[in-house]
């Protein structure tokens, strides 16, 4: 079989609910600190669920050029000023004689239009039940020509690829909570193929408003312990109860091997393989079996050439929903088999709540910096063993490990499944 392309991480850019920069993400997520708090963002008094993980204080990254914020949605602020940080902490970025050796591969949230923009077209087109669509024809109607386009998938990926000047490949991915994990997935392959020498991969969203809060309240999917919000979001818990909706962002810079040698680039980790599947079993819930995860999580390690011996720590998916938790731990049992006992396993949403579309970026990039710095991050708010979940978590504080190799799960409303693995730049060497 000839020898994969190998794919270094040289450079990690975050903006989550636990801090704005990748050094300030990781410090809270190793020592258990939560960003879980009432909603302010707008007012959730009438809702269920009326906690979230909001991005605090958040101030776009003076490289950014202003002209662009106008066309930007909160999750693409996000975006532009995780990709900036990836690009500075990287040492690389597009050149003019470089730009079509660059790509481009992001999980996209769920847009649409926002709270604001519907309440106005109700304001004026709404009629004894009926929709009159003359209203948006009325002078007075604030129409917004620049709202349609703000909405659309793949905008934040025209405004990350205008911005930084990308001219290759560029894809924008969006399967719910896997769209962060398959879009660095599709980014690997893209390379591994040959279509890019760099590529900026990652994932950013923000349903942080009234009509997504709504959704997830409708599907029973978030945790109403409005009262206790530093403790809400409690993976693999028996008292688990739903999950808390987060936003934020998380990017990557990828890059062949040997060039990030050559250059003298720091390698966080080696990218070294990924696998998807797609399980179907119901909306919200995998299959009990973990059917759809085991297959993700097997083509993850043969794409990486790993064995289940090799890994050292997983970032579960592990949004404290009572379901999805036990169906991920009887996926992590069949995979790793006798192994599960000496493998370190923590979900970072228990600080930071759920980021669904960034999800998988983010928690790629905790990986990266878990092997870098050799820290297991901790599975915070962990007071109950369930039965079901009997995997070895990080409790009570972060764990010194030296970590082989890693892998992420990311496992998406609908049944799509993510898995990512990665190996420590040691161990690249030795093999």
């Known amino acids: 079989m000839t020898p994969h392309r190998r794919i270094a991480i040289t450079g990690v850019g975050m903006v989550t609910p636990v801090g704005n920069d990748a050094a300030t993400t990781w410090r809270h997520l190793t020592e258990g600190r939560n960003g879980v708090a009432p909603i302010t963002g707008f007012d959730a008094r009438g809702f269920p669920a009326r906690i979230g993980a909001e991005v605090k204080d958040f101030t776009d990254a003076p490289a950014i050029d202003p002209k662009l914020i106008k066309y930007a949605a909160r999750a693409h602020r996000f975006a532009l000023t995780a990709a900036e940080e ?75 690829t205008r911005h930084f000047q990308i001219r290759g490949y560029a894809t924008a991915v969006h399967t719910a909570c896997a769209s962060g994990g398959q879009a660095l997935g599709t980014a690997l392959k893209v390379m591994r193929r040959g279509r890019a020498r760099f590529m900026l991969a990652g994932g950013y969203d923000s349903m942080l408003n009234p009509i997504g809060l709504a959704g997830f309240c409708l599907l029973g999917a978030l945790s109403t312990d409005n009262d206790a919000p530093e403790r809400a979001s409690r993976p693999f818990d028996a008292t688990r109860n739903g999950f808390v909706l987060g ?19 720091r390698i966080y980790a080696e990218f070294a393989g990924d696998g998807n599947s797609l399980s179907s079993y119901r909306i919200t819930d995998s299959h009990p079996s973990g059917d759809g995860p085991i297959q993700a999580m097997r083509q993850a390690l043969d794409s990486a050439g790993l064995t289940p011996e090799a890994v050292d720590y997983v970032n579960a998916h592990g949004t404290s929903t009572l379901m999805n938790d036990r169906s991920e731990c009887a996926a992590l049992r069949v995979v790793m088999g006798a192994h599960i006992d000496r493998v370190a396993v923590s979900s970072t949403k228990s600080c930071m709540g759920h980021l669904i579309a960034a999800a998988g970026a983010v928690e790629a990039a905790v990986c990266a910096l878990a092997i870098h710095h050799g820290i297991a991050p901790v599975n915070a708010n962990h007071a109950k063993p369930d039965p079901d979940c009997a995997i070895q978590l990080v409790l009570g504080q972060s764990k010194p490990l030296r970590i082989r190799a890693a892998i992420s799960n990311s496992l998406g409303f609908g049944g799509s499944n993510s898995c990512l693995a990665f190996r420590h730049p040691a161990e690249v060497a030795a093999a």
């Open 86 to 160: 990836a690009f500075t902490d990287a040492g690389i970025r597009p050149e003019p004689d470089t730009a079509h050796d660059w790509g481009c591969s992001v999980g996209a949230g769920m847009m649409g239009v926002s709270f604001s923009e519907l309440e106005a077209v109700h304001a004026f087109c709404a009629s004894e039940g009926e929709f009159r669509s003359q209203g948006l024809l009325d002078p007075r109607f604030p129409a917004d020509p620049i709202a349609f386009c703000r909405s659309q998938t793949n905008t934040g990926l025209a405004l990350l």
């Open 247 to 265: 936003e934020g962002a998380g990017f990557l810079v990828l890059e062949d091997w040997d060039h990030a040698r050559r250059r003298g680039a």
